[in-house]
């Protein structure tokens, strides 16, 4: 069992940066394959990014590469969304989750077996 809470979301101009976080407890954590999504309004959770493990493979989605960094500490059981250059249509919860190692990095929801429960991000034009 893993559970995952994320923080560092709040309301930023356009331009501005954040850094998500996201803790997770219970055991092997360095197993699992982690992954950043994000639920705007009225839409489908979309796929933001993920890493692999070790944090040697990552993969982003177009809309975000070249602006988000994903990151992860396996000594302190975290992983990191860097934001930089945010956009309007970056606003929306944030949410981490964990899926086996042995899934690779997984860009569908359904592939992760773990969620936490999100964080806000807002941001202004």
């Known amino acids: 069992q893993v559970q995952l809470v994320e923080s560092g979301g709040g309301l930023v101009q356009a331009g501005g940066s954040l850094r998500l976080s996201c803790a997770a407890s219970?055991?092997?954590?360095?197993?699992?394959?982690m992954g950043w999504f994000r639920q705007a309004p009225g839409k489908e959770r979309e796929f933001v990014a993920a890493i692999s493990w070790s944090g040697g493979s990552t993969y982003y989605a177009d809309s975000v590469k070249g602006r988000f960094t994903i990151s992860r500490a396996n000594a302190k059981n975290t992983v990191y969304l860097q934001m930089n250059s945010l956009k309007p249509e970056d606003t929306a919860v944030y949410y981490c989750?964990?899926?086996?190692?042995?899934?690779?990095?997984?860009?569908?929801?359904?592939?992760?077996?773990?969620w936490g429960q999100g964080t806000q991000v807002t941001v202004s034009s």
């Open positions: 989750a964990a899926a086996p190692g042995s899934r690779g990095l997984v860009v569908a929801t359904t592939g992760y077996d773990y």
């Open positions: 219970g055991h092997f954590f360095s197993s699992y394959t």
